[in-house]
């Protein structure tokens, strides 16, 4: 049985010569597009709680000599965020700097996405079409690592275990380019690294079925899992030493254990939908200081509430019944993938079963190809379907997603052949992953947050503040922005804390002001039982000469406003700091001895 066939039109001497090129240069056809299409909107917008500014304090802390995790929180591994630390190193903080790298990572994603599909399909034009997916809508800027190194991995997989190399030395060669992919994806994240050691685990074991000379290729295989194991050690030798040299080796290791531990509360509170009541802190009773009353807190409003704190996906049942377009279009992009994948990995479960009894390497060729593919993309399907089903995640998801359908919708089009059972599950199976696509497409490029040029939209007024931010935004954003930039630096000095709630770590950047919060990132999603307490005994450590309040409802629920999971802290902070405007929603208050009078 012929799975990875190649189709072409009608094989004139001008398609030949083009699909050669198209082989060839494709991978650069790529690349300049991507450059193209990233310059038009790279310096736009401004996200104030986007991920960038986290990325840039958390850097510029390391660059200071504080120690990961121990020191300064990181949520994710040390690799997150050395790179960025390395490239301030080198030309400064600076946030242009900062989009350009995380553009190059999309620019470079795009590029493996046209390797892998080359490799899979033999096809030139086909590869470039299918890498275009990644390249228009690459996810949320500034965690572009989660789509490169699920492409990176699936690459190497397919090369190191799935297809056979022209020569033992190149099987090799690749084999320790999986090692250090793996390697380098647990200094990244951890739970994709987990996840793509199961992966690379399988390939290990299946290796040597279906080869000629069982027992040359069972010593193979226990030389690449040596040499990936190998690869993984060199790779984390580096921070592993400087982490004993630095005291926090016992934070860096203990970050891989514990992850399994916290994979389990997360678990658990998705089973159950249920977390504990948090006690109601005593507020501190403390002489106002404020120069004028603050504005009235609006009311806290009940109901609609989820419990555990996440944002919640829509209900199956919005694919029909949600009141807009717009609504049921999300509905259906959310879990038309779940369907995708099943429609791929159930045959090709099965057709790998039947080529290890028959002993087809072709077969079985095939067949790993659906599943590594498929497989690789599925290691960013938690994070978005099951603790933030929202467009940014589900973007990130669908880079890596978007090649696998187009691989398998490859296969299944020369598969189609074998009998008109297999033409009517072909058929069936390239409608619903094309419609996945156009779905996912039709819902995410019209939205910044997926990363798309819709960042772009109405945004053609410059604003310049420190630390390299010199971005296009719209005029409303511009002059809110520009007040708020302009209060801080007329109240508060460059050695002066600010800090923002829930979170806001970009004003820190684009003010050079630092903030004093271990972990800059905190909302109702996490355990606040004691969050009155800590922070009112840091506010009084450590006297920020300015708070930031964002009311808005980040998860998407009446509880998730800081105002009602925060009342004691909100009400302390307007009780005892001067009210000095809102501005992009974000409410500024100002340390009593900096408080003059409010903005007008």
């Not at 194991?229 to 790779?235: E, S, V």
């Amino acid at each position: 049985m012929q799975f990875l066939g190649r189709w072409s039109p009608r094989k004139t001497d001008f398609w030949v010569r083009l699909e050669s090129a198209l082989k060839r240069w494709g991978a650069l056809v790529v690349a300049v597009f991507a450059i193209i299409y990233y310059s038009l909107y790279y310096r736009s917008g401004l996200n104030f709680s986007g991920e960038g500014g986290t990325v840039a304090l958390v850097a510029m802390r390391l660059l200071e000599g504080q120690r990961p995790i121990v020191d300064t929180f990181l949520g994710y591994n040390v690799m997150w965020f050395y790179p960025v630390a390395w490239l301030f190193q080198l030309v400064g903080p600076d946030y242009t700097a900062l989009r350009i790298y995380f553009f190059a990572l999309c620019t470079i994603t795009g590029v493996l996405a046209f390797f892998i599909v080359r490799r899979v399909t033999g096809s030139g034009w086909f590869s470039i079409l299918a890498a275009l997916g990644p390249v228009l809508i690459p996810g949320m800027i500034f965690r572009n690592y989660m789509a490169f190194l699920a492409m990176l991995n699936m690459l190497v997989l397919l090369q190191a275990y799935v297809f056979e190399q022209s020569s033992k030395f190149r099987q090799v060669l690749w084999t320790i380019a999986a090692g250090i992919s793996l390697g380098l994806t647990f200094l990244m994240r951890i739970d994709l690294g987990t996840f793509f050691t199961l992966i690379s685990a399988g390939l290990i074991v299946l290796f040597p079925f279906s080869r000629p000379q069982l027992g040359a290729s069972l010593a193979f295989a226990a030389t690449g899992a040596f040499l990936a194991a190998m690869m993984f050690c060199l790779i984390h030798a580096p921070f592993y030493v400087d982490a004993v040299k630095r005291g926090y080796v016992e934070a860096f290791t203990a970050q891989y254990t514990n992850w399994f531990a916290m994979v389990r509360f997360l678990a658990t509170q998705q089973l159950t939908k249920r977390a504990p009541s948090p006690p109601t802190p005593t507020p501190t009773a403390i002489a106002s200081t404020t120069a004028e009353p603050p504005p009235p807190a609006p009311p806290k409003v009940k109901g609609d509430v989820d419990s555990d704190g996440y944002l919640q996906k829509r209900a199956l049942s919005d694919v029909i019944e949600a009141r807009t377009f717009y609504e049921r279009i999300f509905a259906l992009a959310t879990y038309l993938p779940i369907l995708v994948a099943l429609l791929i990995i159930f045959p090709a479960v099965a057709l790998l079963g039947v080529s290890l009894v028959r002993g087809d390497f072709a077969l079985k060729t095939g067949a790993l190809v659906l599943l590594v593919t498929t497989g690789s993309a599925l290691t960013l399907f938690p994070q978005y379907f099951f603790f933030r089903p929202d467009t940014p995640h589900l973007s990130e998801f669908m880079a890596p997603f978007v090649v696998a359908i187009a691989c398998a919708s490859w296969i299944a089009f020369h598969w189609r052949k074998q009998s008109a059972a297999a033409a009517i599950y072909s058929g069936l199976f390239i409608i619903v992953g094309v419609l996945n696509v156009a779905v996912f497409f039709l819902h995410a490029f019209p939205k910044e947050s997926s990363g798309s040029i819709a960042a772009r939209k109405m945004r053609k007024y410059k604003f310049v503040a420190e630390n390299g931010v010199s971005v296009w935004l719209k005029q409303k954003e511009r002059e809110d922005i520009a007040k708020m930039f302009e209060v801080l630096q007329a109240h508060t000095k460059p050695s002066d804390y600010i800090v923002c709630y829930p979170y806001a770590p970009t004003i820190n950047f684009m003010t050079n002001r630092p903030s004093y919060e271990y972990n800059l990132y905190v909302d109702n999603a996490h355990n606040v039982s004691g969050f009155f307490r800590e922070t009112l005994d840091e506010v009084q450590k450590y006297r920020p000469a300015a708070i930031l309040i964002d009311n808005r409802a980040l998860n998407q629920t009446e509880e998730s406003r800081f105002r009602n999971w925060a009342p004691d802290t909100y009400e302390w902070i307007r009780s005892n700091y001067g009210y000095a405007g809102t501005f992009r929603r974000h409410e500024i208050y100002l340390r009593p001895d900096l408080y003059h009078e409010q903005p007008q």
